[in-house]
């Protein structure tokens, strides 16, 4: 973590203040001190029913700013960069609900030369990690564009992927996904109801699509996160255009 954090740079990715490495009667201590993100997590406020709901637009702007932090790992550095943990826990939020990427205990270098992949142990959270990635170890940058998916879908339904007493959650939502496709009239019954229907369909749709994308079993189907950043800002670009439903 103090690896990778020491040589990132980038408004979306926290920053890394200081660390300590102790040893003492109690073994070794080990502390890292971040700068301060006072405003919890996106999943804080997807889900807390305690927290007012977030608006539409907010959930695409924070969306865009993860997004443009996972791309500046991908291709803004010498060496590319695998998050590996993307998750709605991981994206942290100032006051301004501006997100910073935290917690890179698993990133891990790509693959250089003419490597496809890196081989490494499965780690990461059940749910949000790439099915190609569990079966086979096999690590690529497009491991993160499925988490990326998952997070795109909870950010639109409202609902968790990951559910500690429902070990199947993230299938029941990917089939529920099913029962609404994108393009059909149905398709409204899958956006988070605490909206309020204060959203854009056209953008939602959009959303939606670029979710599909990111969940494609063939991990060369998926576009890249600067790609992903692209379409983010077009469906914002839409808010603003549109009506909302």
């Not at 070794?28 to 999943?43: A, C, D, F, M, W």
Request: aromatic share 8%.
């Amino acid at each position: 973590e103090v690896h990778f954090l020491g040589i990132v740079d980038h408004p979306n990715l926290v920053k890394l203040i200081g660390y300590s490495y102790a040893e003492g009667e109690r073994g070794i201590q080990l502390l890292l001190v971040y700068e301060y993100v006072p405003n919890k997590s996106l999943e804080d406020h997807l889900f807390n029913k305690a927290l007012p709901p977030l608006p539409w637009k907010t959930r695409l702007q924070i969306l865009l700013g993860a997004a443009q932090g996972l791309a500046y790992l991908h291709e803004g550095l010498e060496i590319q960069v695998i998050y590996r943990d993307f998750k709605s826990s991981n994206v942290l939020l100032d006051n301004n609900f501006e997100p910073k990427l935290s917690d890179f205990g698993l990133a891990r270098e790509g693959p250089a030369g003419d490597d496809t992949h890196v081989s490494t142990g499965v780690v990461g959270t059940r749910g949000y990690a790439a099915p190609e990635y569990i079966e086979t170890g096999h690590l690529t940058a497009m491991s993160d564009l499925y988490s990326f998916g998952v997070v795109l879908y909870e950010t639109l339904t409202g609902r968790r992927t990951v559910d500690r007493n429902l070990p199947t959650a993230q299938q029941k939502l990917l089939e529920w996904i099913k029962l609404y496709p994108v393009d059909s009239k149905r398709f409204t019954q899958i956006i988070d109801p605490r909206l309020c229907n204060q959203y854009s369909l056209t953008a939602a749709r959009k959303v939606a699509k670029l979710a599909d994308s990111c969940l494609q079993k063939n991990a060369k189907e998926r576009p890249t996160m600067n790609e992903v950043v692209e379409t983010l800002k077009d469906a914002i670009a839409l808010c603003d255009n549109s009506p909302l439903t």
